[in-house]
């Protein structure tokens, strides 16, 4: 019953891992890194790593975005893989830019059956031994950019992947549904500002929302940011971070609200590299990123 897609702390400054509309966003090539840790101190916790990169492209008068993404999840027994390629289809409309997005990739399951601890082991319905399969796995995503604010919407594995495992299993991923916007809030102080997001999502079987908002300090190319979430019914977020050497670097731990001690929450580490890329002539299409602001 839990949900397929893990959750990112960071995931306003990730939006191409669940949309990909966004690919392409800034007139920069954008690489993210980031690694989790959920449910510290437990035995077989999820730890995920991800990795992507995406840039703009303008060719034939038109605007356009790519991307790739990779995504390696542990949890318990099973080791959930994606390799995803994304493309983004982008237009100015209403002093803003729309685009519509698609990716397709493929979803590498295993499960290591030598990890289960059961009372009979000899139930020819649990696998002692490591199982594996694969799937195609399609998304598709729409996104608004205009401004200071923002709105996207987008389905994960669109075509409801069904991967066998072995000759006896197989695993059902169904589709997930995201909704996220933000806007970035000028302050009197030119040096400071609130960027806000919200992101939300459904499979049909369990819901889950985030609320952000962060305080963020830029002067020239020095940047330094904290703030907090909050996810109803599930935790509270705490971020810092900043600009190093160009180098975005971002920590955050996620403190569940239920009856997980204090000490097994989750830490995540988040980095990111930007660089401006010059599509057409100079002084065209500018316009600033609400990723990082």
Known sequence: MAQYDPSYSHYWAMEPSFNPASVGKDNKLNVVGAYALDFAGYEHNPNTFYVGADMPL?????????????????????????????YAFRHSLWGGMVSAGVQLGMLFEKFDGSKLDA????????ANAE?????????LGFYYLRKNWYVGASVQHLNS?????????????DKTYYLTGGYNIKLRNPFLSIPTSVLARYDGRTYRADITARLVYTN???????????????????????????????????????TTAFGNGSHELFVSY??????QKKGRNKHK???FL
């Not at 069904?162 to 059902?172: D, M, T, V």
Request: proline share 3%; no cysteine.
């Open 220 to 258: 020239d190319k020095k940047v330094l940011y904290g703030g907090v979430s909050y996810s109803p019914t599930n935790s509270v977020t705490a971020y810092i971070g900043g600009t190093f050497h160009g180098i975005n670097v971002g920590y955050s731990y996620e403190m569940y609200t239920g």
């Open 119 to 126: 009372e009979d082991m000899s139930d020819p319905a649990l």
């Open 58 to 86: 303008y060719f034939m008068k038109q605007y356009h975005g790519v991307g790739v993404s990779i995504l390696n999840d542990k949890i318990g027994a099973f080791t959930h893989q994606r390799v995803a390629g994304q």
């Open 289 to 291: 990123s609400v990723r």
């Open 274 to 279: 930007q660089t401006d890329i010059n599509l």
């Open 131 to 139: 199982l594996s399969g694969n799937s195609l796995d399609m998304g």
């Open 161 to 173: 992947p069904r991967i066998e495992l072995g000759e006896k299993n197989e695993l059902q991923i």
